[in-house]
Nanobody
Framework: VELVESGGGLVQAGGSLNLSCAASGSVNMMGWYRQPPGKERELVADITRGGNANYAESVKGRFTIARDNANAKNTVVLQMNSLKPEDRGVYYC?????????WGQGNLVTVSS
């Protein structure tokens, strides 16, 4: 399964960015993780095939995850608003396919104060 990620970049604090990830096939859970500098990778948000979303406490009310399963192509978008300097890091798309997990290559998000 191939993941195609896009988005991220540099933004000032309070600004917005979005990340997109697409995968073909029968995909179960899709989500976004991030790894801040010097820290471990952590879950940001994930969403089931049926659209049930789960968020880290630190991003609730600011980030929105959405998913489109049309035409056997699964796309997940993470809309990030009111970004804070502590949101910076490398953001990775992750999908669950069968009993396996696939990671994207990562996208850098930088938030300047």
């Amino acid at each position: 399964v191939e993941l195609v990620e896009s988005g991220g970049g540099l933004v000032q604090a309070g600004g917005s960015l979005n990340l997109s990830c697409a995968a073909s096939g029968s995909v179960n859970m899709m989500g976004w993780y991030r790894q801040p500098p010097g820290k471990e990778r952590e879950l940001v948000a994930d969403i089931t095939r049926g659209g049930n979303a789960n968020y880290a406490e630190s991003v609730k009310g600011r980030f929105t995850i959405a998913r489109d399963n049309a035409n056997a192509k699964n796309t997940v978008v993470l809309q990030m608003n009111s970004l804070k300097p502590e949101d910076r890091g490398v953001y990775y798309c992750n999908i669950i396919v069968g009993r396996g997990s696939v990671w994207g290559q990562g996208n850098l998000v930088t938030v300047s104060s």
